[in-house]
């Protein structure tokens, strides 16, 4: 059988390049849960916190963060609604750059991502840290959209989108792992899309929190 090959925005894609059951839609569909917040530069910090090496907060201003080194990623995008953007090009702080600036107990395992209105998604450090991974702040060469997550959201590419949290106020260090928003209302606790794993019922033993 012939493989389907097609072009996105320049960039060769192969089916293959798709998890199971998705589709490349027309345009670039946007989702998110409740409003677009208002940025205020002045007002706005990002936090990491919980089990730090220190013990203490580590807390940035937007002026701060804004400073950060920035690198960007090439990376397609999985939402569980089936859909997926295929070539995205962000730019943004790599995880471990954060990680460097405050740096995590030896004993995390987890970090919880939160967001504005205090909405929160769970992930393994192995996928906070993959080298996928990035806090973006640039979408195709241009400032993230409000809608897409203006000031900053972080990119999860090899998990399903709901991983990839909008608005981004800080990192929580885990030592145990606890479900987030969305992991609490009965989605899967890793998110995998080449597994399929959308839903908590679909949990194996040691997928979820103890």
């Known amino acids: 059988m012939a493989q389907d090959v097609r072009q996105v925005r320049g960039v060769i894609v192969e089916e293959s ?5 998705q589709y490349v839609p027309r345009g ?9 917040p208002q940025f205020k530069p002045e007002s706005w910090d990002f936090r990491v916190f919980g089990a730090t090496a220190s013990g203490e907060e580590h807390r940035f201003t937007w ?23 295929m070539a995205n090009e962000w730019r943004g702080v790599a995880p471990a750059t954060i990680m460097a600036a405050a740096p995590p107990d030896p004993g995390v395992h987890h970090v919880m991502i939160w967001a504005e209105y205090g909405y929160s998604a769970n992930l393994r450090m192995s996928d906070f840290a993959a080298p ?5 702040m640039e979408l195709d060469e241009k400032p993230l959209s409000p809608d897409r997550g203006f000031p900053l959201r972080i990119v999860v590419p090899h998990l399903y989108a709901w991983k990839s949290v909008k608005w981004v106020r800080g990192i929580e260090y885990l030592l145990e792992d606890r479900r987030g928003f969305w992991e609490e209302r009965g989605y899967h606790n890793i998110a995998d899309p080449w597994r399929e794993q959308r839903y ?3 949990e194996e033993p040691g997928e979820g929190p103890p």
């Open 200 to 202: 908590s019922y679909q």
């Open 63 to 85: 002026n701060e963060f804004e400073s950060l080194p920035r690198t960007t990623r090439l990376a397609d995008f999985h939402c569980v609604t089936k859909f997926s953007l």
């Open 17 to 21: 390049r798709l998890p199971p059951g």
């Open 132 to 136: 996928d991974t990035l806090l973006a």
């Open 28 to 36: 670039r569909p946007v989702i998110h849960y409740g409003r677009v």
